[in-house]
């Protein structure tokens, strides 16, 4: 794990880095050099406006993921921008996932490519070269699966 480097002003590598899951685990989530990239531009490009726009502290809950430990959470997914350092599940001390949500889907000035409120967190990726600004809720289904429903990324 990488304790010290900074990826932006109020995100360090060592917080993109961080899972309990790995830790319990005991699987190395740290991140090749392609991945750190990828972090330190969605750092400056979409986590600090966050930052800004917020004026609070935003926590990561999740961000990089290698390969084991999206097998582990049981992801699914091939190829997804946790797994390129592209995206962070995170929240806010005070506000409501769906607040943070509605706040950061409305700003255009935020770049983000894809933005989901997923019941205990809010997913958003982006440091990509044509953000999409995918705003989505997730909906768990009766057989355990999940469903997307897209909303307008403004008011």
């Known amino acids: 794990m990488n304790e010290n480097i ?4 109020h995100l360090t590598l060592a917080e993109m880095e961080h899972s309990d899951t790995a830790i319990r685990l005991k699987i190395d989530n740290s991140a090749p050099p392609e991945a750190i990239a990828h972090m330190q531009r969605f ?3 979409v986590f600090e ?5 917020i004026g609070k502290p935003v926590h990561v809950t999740s961000g990089y993921r290698c390969k084991e430990l999206e097998i582990a959470i049981g ?5 997804n921008q946790h797994l390129l350092g592209q995206a962070a599940d995170i929240h806010v001390d005070g506000m409501t996932f769906d607040g943070l949500f509605d706040l950061i889907r409305v700003n255009p000035a935020i770049p983000y490519d894809q933005l989901i409120t997923e019941g205990g967190c809010v997913h958003i990726s982006g440091g990509v070269d044509k953000p999409r600004r995918m705003a989505m809720i997730q909906h768990k289904l009766p057989d355990g699966r999940f469903s997307y429903e897209h909303v307008a990324n403004h008011a």
């Open 49 to 53: 406006p966050v930052r800004s726009f």
């Open 6 to 9: 900074s990826l932006s002003e």
């Open 75 to 79: 992801s699914g997914i091939a190829v």
């Open 43 to 45: 750092a400056e490009e």
